[in-house]
């Protein structure tokens, strides 16, 4: 659940970008830079809530230029999301060096983790679900609102419809560079959660490059979820899984059979990626994408 | 001025004014981190062509950037976007270096043949995987690229770290030095500047033939302007993907063995410093034009050679370098940008065009 939580917060946000016809590679390069500023400003204040804030804010921020490149500049919506990512890694490269590496000492710490009264007491589910840090309980409750927001709203239905065909939702009167500018930065505020998970509640430092190719594998778990906040999160819990499961197998000192070698830590690290690569060559088959997604919409 | 003359000047004014604005952009990240940026800058070229041995060492910097940066174009015009390329440079060098130090005797000559082509073969290998994921299942090469550069890096950190590819002679996690038979050779005395740089020079004019003038060529670019007309004309799509990806990766490969062969000798399990991800940059900076890679290339390396000496002297992070990456990619892929500025009737031909075809990510 721990390690599921910056994952389905990133594929959340690639969900309701990709449901309004963006593709968001950028997803990665939003978390880090959360990450980043998120530990920042927890640092300088000593106040972690503050820096949940700013990271939040700095998706929104970094995904209102991905909007602006990609749905105003007709910025090729690959190439801005890697854009956005290189610029990630360079910034927060750049400070680290700059001044927090001296700094990293004594970092802000971590989130407390929260008991809910008397649900936390339930056996086997109690501590599933009701005891947790913060963001783990934000991710919960994103799911749903997610859910319930593209699929029982109006805004949902026109951002699905922007998705879908962009044309036909122009000609009933939808402003669709509106409606994608909305779902874009929504998207960027829920990777920029996702991203404070990394610095602020799971190690309480700041590291280069610590979010690791998590926000494409959010998107792996996107395409797995059939671009469905709840198929997302169960792709996320699938992921986050084998994550743990490997770590697992390190702490067994499992061996490989007949030959008795450990197996190398390397090839567990590897876990993850080579599953990300089999979802998306199997799923992709199976699953629909929105139809205009990754299409740029230019106004006649 | 009229038409013609403005989308030459655009032409020729996009790269320049791009990284212009891309050094505006970086100066103000380094001016934010505290330190002087006019200072961090002459560094940048100091350290890139004033200090001894500079210049050649930013020609050394560049070879790597022209192999790399053709690859990434030639998957551009196919319409792929090959993010693969810094796996590719790690496996191609991991199979160059193990012909280097394996094989014994060889004359010189072919010891670096069968080097440099063990190289573009790991690079193929590496490469196809994405292209037949994307030719066979439509798993789109963005998401399996990037994968597969961290499966690259785990796997030469096992072989090199603690796997069967250890020197077992030395403290230091590497592989055994290549046999001075598999060694490129030095072209001036006393620098690092070995025949690589010759190599890649005609990889230029190979490129450039195999696009413009050869029926592979010709489809890939067919592919590349839409895969439907490809497919109605009766080209084979899933082939003309997977050579693609083929090539582009040989190539990233051939950058990973000379590397290896002309620079470093051995392998340590941390090898490249982003040059696959530079190379995109290079790429983009270039239009895809194999031609131009020649000057994409030399920038990347001054900037790469230079941000080391930069780093060194100024305490300023070489990850600067991204951000000019970064803000020279977001001009060069804002045509509409480009199109306001000069005035121009039409915008200039956007360098790539991917996610509008097949946009299932």
């Known amino acids: 659940m721990n390690e599921a939580t ?35 400003v927890a640092f300088q204040t000593h106040n972690l809530w503050l820096g949940v804030l700013a990271g939040v804010l700095t998706g929104v921020v970094i995904s209102a230029l991905h909007a602006a490149l990609s749905i105003s500049l007709m910025v090729d919506q690959i190439v801005s999301g890697f854009v956005i990512n290189i610029l990630a890694l360079g910034i927060t490269g750049v400070f680290f060096k700059g001044f927090l590496q001296e700094a990293s000492v004594a970092g802000p710490g971590v989130l407390p983790t929260w008991h809910i009264p008397l649900l936390s007491k339930i056996p086997v589910v109690g501590p599933i679900l009701f005891i947790h840090q913060p963001i783990t309980y934000a991710m919960l409750i994103a799911i749903v609102l997610v859910q319930f927001l593209l699929f029982r709203t109006i805004w949902g239905l026109r951002t699905r419809a922007v998705g879908e065909h962009p044309l036909a939702a122009d000609t009933v009167g939808i402003n669709v560079y509106l409606v994608r500018y909305v779902a874009v930065i929504l998207s960027g505020g829920l990777a920029g959660l996702g991203g404070t998970y990394f610095s602020l509640q799971q190690i309480g430092q700041f590291l280069p490059n610590m979010t690791g190719g998590r926000g ?39 061996h490989i059979p007949v030959v008795g070698w450990p197996i190398p830590f390397q090839f567990l690290g590897m876990l993850p990626y080579l599953l990300t690569i089999v979802v998306v060559a199997g799923a992709m088959g199976r699953a629909v994408a929105p139809a205009a997604d990754g299409k740029p919409y230019r106004k006649a | 001025m009229n038409q013609r003359s403005r989308r030459i000047a655009s032409a020729v004014l996009l790269p320049v004014i791009s990284v212009v604005a891309g050094f505006v952009v970086a100066g103000l990240a380094v001016a934010l981190s505290g330190a002087d940026p006019l200072q961090s800058f002459y560094a940048l070229f100091q350290g890139a062509f004033i200090n001894p041995r500079a210049f050649p060492d930013t020609l050394v910097a560049t070879t790597p950037y022209i192999f790399l940066g053709l690859g990434v174009a030639l998957g551009f015009r196919a319409g792929l976007f090959n993010i693969g390329a810094e796996g590719q440079f790690y496996i191609g060098a991991l199979f160059g270096v193990f012909i280097g130090y ?32 994307k030719a066979r299942f439509g798993a789109h090469e963005v998401i399996t690229t990037i994968m597969l550069n961290y499966v690259a890096f785990a796997l030469v950190n096992f072989l090199i770290n603690n796997g069967p590819m250890v020197d077992k002679t030395s403290s230091a996690p590497r592989t055994p030095y290549i046999d001075p038979a598999a060694q490129l050779p030095i072209l001036v005395s006393g620098t690092r500047l070995h025949a690589g740089l010759i190599l890649g020079l005609i990889a230029i004019p190979v490129v450039w033939f195999l696009l413009d003038r050869t029926t592979i060529g010709f489809r890939i670019r067919t592919v590349g302007f839409s895969a439907t007309a490809a497919r109605a004309a009766g080209i084979s799509v899933a082939w003309t993907i997977l050579a693609t990806m083929g090539i582009s990766g040989g190539l990233a490969g051939l950058a990973g063995a000379d590397e290896v062969l002309g620079v470093s000798h051995y392998m340590p399990p941390s090898f490249s410093t982003g040059y696959g991800f530079d190379a995109i940059a290079v790429a983009l900076l270039a239009r895809s034009n194999p031609w131009a890679m020649l000057p994409a290339a030399f920038l990347f390396g001054a900037l790469s050679s230079g941000s080391r000496f930069m780093q060194f002297q100024t305490q300023v992070s ?9 803000t020279v990619i977001m001009f060069i892929a804002a045509p509409v940008l480009f199109q306001w500025i000069f005035r121009l009737r039409r915008a200039p031909a956007p360098p790539v065009k991917l996610a509008s075809e097949e946009g299932v990510l």
């Not at chain 1, 389905?8 to 980043?36: C, H, K, P, Q, W």
């Not at chain 1, 671009?227 to 000192?253: T, V």
């Not at chain 2, 005797?105 to 690079?123: E, N, R, S, Y």
Request: contains cysteine; hydrophobic residues 65%.
């Open chain 1, 6 to 40: 910056p994952l389905t917060l990133a594929a959340l946000g690639g969900v309701i970008s990709e449901r309004s016809g963006v593709v968001n590679i950028a997803l990665e390069g939003m978390m880090l830079m959360s990450a980043f500023t998120g530990y920042v």
């Open chain 1, 216 to 254: 494409f594998i959010a998107l792996a778990a996107m395409i797995f979820g059939k671009w469905k906040p709840l198929g997302a999160f169960y792709a996320c819990l699938l992921f986050a899984g084998a994550e743990a499961f490997a770590g697992q197998i390190q702490i067994w000192g499992w």
């Open chain 2, 102 to 133: 394996s094989l014994h005797g060889l004359p010189a000559v072919l010891h670096i043949l069968l080097a440099l082509l063990a190289g573009i073969l790991g690079g193929f290998l590496w490469a196809a995987v994405p292209g037949i994921l």
């Open chain 2, 318 to 326: 070489a990850d600067v370098i991204s951000v000019v990456e970064a």
